[in-house]
């Protein structure tokens, strides 16, 4: 399975970005769909995911409200529109796909997933 990232970049404080990954499989096939992320020096944290089994979407508590996650299964494709960014959301931000029978909140779980993009870099300037 392959997954292709796009989408990131420099953004000023406040601004937008929409991140998209393209599946090389049909979304309908995983149990979970996430996004992650990577600031330097910290640990990889869930930013948002979508248990399948139970058609629910979880986020990290410092993106609610803000980020939001779609996905377009007759495209094989989701994304991530990242609204109001702040300096802090700067970090390496990757999709990611499980096919770990997973359930509800463990869609949060980054080692439930077994399918990585490469990376995307999103910069958020003061």
């Known amino acids: 399975v392959q997954l292709v990232e796009s989408g990131g970049g420099l953004v000023q404080t406040g601004g937008s970005v929409r991140l998209t990954c393209v599946a090389s499989?049909?979304?309908?096939?995983?149990?979970?769909i996430g996004w992650f992320r990577q600031a330097p020096g910290k640990e990889r944290e869930v930013v948002g995911c979508f248990a399948t089994r139970d058609d629910e979407t979880h986020y990290t508590e410092s993106v609610k409200g803000r980020f939001i996650f779609s996905r377009d299964n007759a495209k094989n494709t989701f994304y991530l529109e990242m609204n109001s960014l702040k300096p802090e959301d700067t970090a390496v931000y990757y999709c990611?796909?499980?096919?770990?029978?997973?359930?509800?909140?463990?869609?949060?779980?980054?080692?439930?997933?077994?399918?990585w993009g490469h990376g995307t870099q999103v910069t958020v300037s003061s």
């Open positions: 499989a049909p979304l309908s096939d995983f149990d979970g």
């Open positions: 990611a796909l499980s096919r770990a029978a997973l359930r509800g909140y463990f869609c949060k779980e980054g080692v439930l997933y077994q399918y």
